[in-house]
């Protein structure tokens, strides 16, 4: 306001505040500041967001590579020939969504599986 210093004005607001109780009872009071002992790191705000906000930022062709790698165990651990199939053509469907389209990070090299030949190796495999 007009004629009063901006500290002045600022510390009235904090001590009304208080005595109107509006900072009890906030989260975390009593506990300590997190990751206050961690090395200060410029973009924290930008991680806290993507973990309050459940955000994944990995680009398409790097989650696609990941889930490409579980392929393999999902085949094994498959119980019958048409879950298999899904499996494979699911992976399929995605590798060739992903190469259609330009990437957002590294490049994709994956090429689509044989579904005969994964279906015929799952079905010869030890049991």
Not at 60 to 69: D, G, M, P, S, V
Not at 85 to 96: C, E, G, K
Request: no cysteine; glycine share 6%; proline share 10%.
């Amino acid at each position: 306001p007009p004629g009063m210093r901006w500290e002045s004005w600022i510390d009235r607001q904090i001590r009304e505040a208080e005595e109107r109780g509006e900072f009890e009872n906030l989260p975390g009071k009593g506990k300590p500041l997190p990751d206050l002992g961690k090395p200060r790191d410029e973009l924290w705000w930008v991680k806290q967001l993507l973990r309050r906000e459940n955000l994944k930022v990995t680009p398409e062709t790097l989650a696609l590579r990941k889930e490409f790698e579980n392929v393999e165990q999902r085949v094994a651990d498959a119980g019958s020939e048409p879950e298999v199939r899904r499996i494979v053509t699911a992976i399929n469907d995605r590798i060739r969504a992903v190469n259609a389209r330009p990437a957002t990070g590294p490049p994709s090299n994956l090429v689509p599986l044989d579904v005969e030949h994964v279906v015929r190796s799952w079905r010869d495999r030890p049991s």
